[in-house]
């Protein structure tokens, strides 16, 4: 008897199990189900839901109803092919000496991400070192993304004129100079030129400059700044306070202990204040 029980139990047991698992498969439904149940075609439900084609209204809002009510969730590789859509972007992040860990960066990414996320969209995260551009290609040339965002630009962009003659939609966080191009940016000349003459006119004059590669924009940018600060005030800049294409933490510690020994007034660093040392803040 006990026996008995417990095969009883036991088959119950699988019994609601089995049907669990039917429940779950009945809401994983497809388009095919969907036509099959309104008795209409699989096109007249991809109509409905991409809201293209010729469809009646009353049919339209039949099709939205029961997709609604039975929780119908397209493929998204069935509806990006419908669409010719990948429902991806790619973001080109600076592959840099230790840029990940700038705080920019993080919130650019969180940023994208989060509106991203509201559009149905995922990220593909590609990495651009020295304008090399490889990886970016490879995922254009695979049609894997819709769009592209930079997240630095250079002085010759290869990355921007491999979209340009791709045709590939895509957006600069940076100025760029090239023609056509939509750009999100600060106004890094004026801020670094009303920073540096802020400090003139507190009668520091040996102002130290370290700064990263001149071939990125937001560079040229600030060291434009810069400049336009000294010619305002008629001060004249000591060339040999200038460092610039610095990007490794042991070079930049070795050249603030030497404007430091040259009694520099004052450091300004363009990048993150992490790019400098603590003793030199």
Known sequence: MQEATTQFRGSNCFEERRGFMGNEE???ITIADVAEALGVSKTTVSRAISGKGRIGQETRDRVLKYIEEHDYKPNVIAKGLAQSKTYNLCVVMPGEYDVVDLTFFQECLFGIQEIAGIMEYDILL???????????????SNRKV????????FVEDRQIEYLQEKKVPFVTIGSSNYTGVIQIDHNHKSACKELTSIILMKGMKRIALIGGDENHVVTQSRLRGFREAYEKMGEVIDPTMLFLNLDNHVVIDKIVEEVLERKAECILCMECVRTCPRKAL
């Open 26 to 28: 009945k809401k994983n």
């Open 126 to 140: 590609s990495i651009c070192k020295n304008n090399d551009i490889s990886s970016l290609e490879r995922i254009i």
């Open 146 to 153: 819709d769009g592209v965002i930079l997240m630095r630009t």
